[in-house]
């Protein structure tokens, strides 16, 4: 059974029949005659909404939830947007065909690159031998088995691909870089920085399972994240004092700004803004990548020209 491209699947009455990998819980909507469902369907850097029409045709979907399904799919358009209709979809059991065939991934050795050039650069700044101490312990702890180089980002947003969450930070550390060059008072606290930036997300590795929500995924990141680093409080108090170690709790609290616990130290405001320029920068420029016309729309901005328009 092959993968379905599901960009070529898209044309207008084209029908097409192979695996699909759905991610994320489609949602159950009411429609005027009877329930319908909406959801996405994902293959590597391909996202396409799908609906299904028939409680009786979605049912397989509503029973398994994400993985992998075989399907038979007609592409359609409805006042200019266009989606995939679903007229069969069963659970795929195929061994051959997992959910990692459709998953896009950072080459490990592109990450390790970023990491060793960053990590030059950031022990020009100051940074110490303590520090990546700490970070390479937590980070790299057996029993988390290296999911930190290895889960995403996101689900659907910046970075959801295999090896996001170590790309999305080490993205985050290359900005840190220039921001502590453009001001000599913040390489008093390089470590802080450094380490916050590394372990603002950490949580994500316990919030999700290879681009799918964790089983205890409503517990969010940030909660997950102070969790587990409360098992390297000691360590960390250590090597600095309890103050670092609260610092980084906040940062791991507040980075999400606005939504989420607002920032209670300018250590997760600097960081929160940080995370926000590496991430909004990433989702734009995606967006171009998959535009047709080099045109793409902001929720909050409407349409906008591309930089290849």
């Not at 995939?84 to 459709?102: A, M, N, Y």
Request: hydrophobic content about 40%.
């Amino acid at each position: 059974m092959a993968i379905i491209n599901l960009d070529e699947a898209l044309t207008r009455g084209r029908k097409s029949q192979g695996a699909v990998y759905i991610n994320l819980p489609p949602q159950v909507r009411s429609g005027k005659k009877n329930d319908f469902m909406v959801g996405r369907f994902l293959n590597k850097d391909q996202e396409v909404e799908f609906k299904i029409w028939d409680e009786l045709i979605f049912a397989p979907v509503l029973e398994n939830g994400p993985g992998v399904y075989e399907a038979e799919l007609e592409g359609s358009e409805y006042n200019g947007q266009t989606y995939l209709t679903v007229h069969r979809i069963e659970k795929q059991l195929d061994p051959s065909i997992t959910k990692r065939e459709f998953l896009d991934s950072v080459p490990q050795a592109y990450l390790m690159d970023m990491w060793q050039s960053t990590k030059k650069r950031l022990d020009d700044l100051g940074a110490t031998d303590t520090c990546w101490a700490l970070v390479d312990t937590i980070i790299n702890a057996p029993e988390i088995k290296g999911r930190f180089m290895y889960e995403g980002a996101a689900i659907s947003h910046h970075d959801s691909i295999i090896g996001g969450l170590a790309h999305h930070t080490l993205k985050m550390l290359r900005i840190l870089v220039s921001v502590i060059e453009n001001s000599d008072f913040l390489t008093e606290h390089v470590d802080l920085l450094t380490m916050g930036v590394f372990l603002h997300d950490i949580g994500k590795i316990f919030e999700y399972r290879e681009l799918e929500m964790a089983p205890y995924w409503y517990a969010n990141h940030r909660v997950q994240g102070i969790e587990y680093l409360v098992k390297y409080r000691d360590d960390i108090i250590t090597a600095y004092d309890e103050s670092f170690y609260r610092q980084i709790q906040s940062i791991i609290i507040g980075h999400h700004g606005e939504y989420g616990d607002r920032p209670a130290t300018v250590a997760a405001g600097i960081i929160h803004y940080i995370d926000t320029l590496e991430s909004q920068v990433t989702e734009l420029i995606d967006a171009e990548k998959k535009s047709a016309d080099s045109r793409i729309y902001v929720r909050d901005w409407g349409f906008l020209a591309g930089l290849n328009y």
